[in-house]
Structures are given as structure tokens and as C-alpha cells.
């Protein structure tokens, strides 16, 4: 008799007397949480979001579309970029005022090659407004998703209030399980046993979001 064999045996024996229980799953547990907490409106909730982010050391921005391409130049510009990683799907409107090489998503990318990109410019599938999150999905807009794992500096483009919610249950019900999702609260971070904070281990060290307000599709949905 194996060892696997002999464990399984003593749990079978344990649960021997236990009484089979025949309720349905999704009565076993009662789920009526909150779907959120508190009552607020629109703007409290993109100033809650623009609160938590900044509180996880993310640099949040604010703009109209109008001005975002000038935003977008000037993050760039300011973090010394020499090329910027650009999803196929990526509005090109939102970098008409940058001058720089322009590395597409490809499927062929190797980690090195994906290392030596300084920044990558996105959007999103919904941002989280009380615990600070991000959520990407793989859109064109997005990308794969390790773009935005290995350069050192991700820009994320934040549709508001239209890709704003106020909680994760709200968040969830607009996302595909079936996507490749990445969940994303401030830049990459760890800490080991003495708590010394160190970023950009298993991601950008540095996130920007720029909140914009007037994009198409920036209407509040429920």
C-alpha cells in the first residue's frame, strides 16, 4: 500500500459517520453581501478611486480627452522613454503628440526583448474604485498580457466615469471569467520578513493612470 493509498484510507475512515449532506451548492452558503459600501454618487466614486490608487503608490492623473494626447507626451516625455509598447488596438489619437519608436504586441516577443521596452500605454476592461484596482482583459487596447508585466513603466487609460464602479461584485459582473484577466492594485511590490518594500518584481515598478473624462463610451452603465 502506498502512502497516498494509506491517507485516503484514514480520511474515508473518518468520514464514515458523517452525515452525507445533500444541499445544493449555491444554497450551502448564504452570499447576500454588499454589493457595495455606502451610498455615493458618480464623482465621490472616481475620487474614491483616485484616492485608493494613489494610496497603493500608483501616480494618478486627470484630463479631458482633448488633452490626453498632450498627457500622454508629457508622462513619457518625463520618464526619459526612448520607445513605447502600443496593443493593435490601442486609439491612435491617444498618441499623436508622441515622437517615439513604437514596438508592436507580437506574439514572437521574447521576455528580453519585451525588458528593453521602456514604457506600454493601455487601456482598460474596469477599474475598482474601493480597493484601487485595475482590471485588464486582453482587448486590443490591451494587449497580452505580459506587456504590462515586464516593462518597467505601465501608462493605464482610465474611461470616466463609464469603465468606473464603485466595488468588486460590479466589477465582476462586466468581466469574462473566460478572458485572461489581470488584476492590478499600485505598482509591483514585496516586502520580506524585516517589511523592506521593494517594486518591480513581478511587474512595472511604476504605474500611471490617467483618468479621462470625455472619451467615447464613458457613460455611466450599471
Not at 45 to 52: C, G, P, R
Not at 120 to 139: P, Q, Y
Not at 174 to 180: M, Q
Not at 183 to 199: F, K, M, Q, Y
Amino acid at each position: 500500500m502506498s502512502s497516498r493509498d494509506a491517507i485516503l484510507g484514514r480520511v474515508r475512515r473518518a468520514l464514515a459517520d458523517v452525515r452525507q449532506d445533500d444541499t445544493p451548492y449555491d444554497q450551502a452558503i448564504q452570499r447576500d453581501y454588499l454589493r457595495e459600501h455606502g451610498d455615493r454618487g458618480v464623482e465621490e466614486t472616481v475620487d474614491l478611486l483616485a484616492e485608493n490608487l494613489a494610496d497603493y503608490r500608483a501616480l494618478v492623473h486627470r484630463c479631458t480627452d482633448e488633452e490626453l494626447p498632450g498627457v500622454l507626451a508629457r508622462l513619457l516625455t518625463g520618464r526619459g522613454s526612448r520607445s513605447v509598447l502600443v496593443p493593435p488596438g490601442l486609439p491612435a489619437s491617444w498618441l499623436a503628440g508622441v515622437d517615439l519608436p513604437r514596438v508592436q504586441d507580437r506574439l514572437e516577443s521574447t521576455p528580453h526583448e519585451l525588458d528593453q521596452v521602456d514604457s506600454v500605454v493601455t487601456g482598460c476592461a474596469v477599474a475598482i474604485a474601493e480597493t484601487g484596482t485595475i482590471v485588464l482583459d486582453g482587448s486590443p487596447d490591451q494587449g497580452r498580457r505580459r506587456i504590462t508585466l515586464v516593462p518597467d513603466h505601465h501608462i493605464c487609460v482610465v474611461r470616466v466615469p463609464g469603465q468606473v464602479v464603485s466595488s468588486v461584485p460590479q466589477g465582476l459582473e462586466r468581466l469574462d471569467p473566460n478572458r485572461p484577466l489581470t488584476w492590478i492594485s499600485g505598482p509591483s511590490a514585496t516586502s520580506d520578513i524585516e517589511l523592506d518594500r521593494v517594486e518591480g518584481v513581478h511587474g512595472p515598478r511604476t504605474l500611471e493612470v490617467v483618468l479621462v473624462s470625455g472619451l467615447p463610451g464613458d457613460e455611466v452603465t450599471s
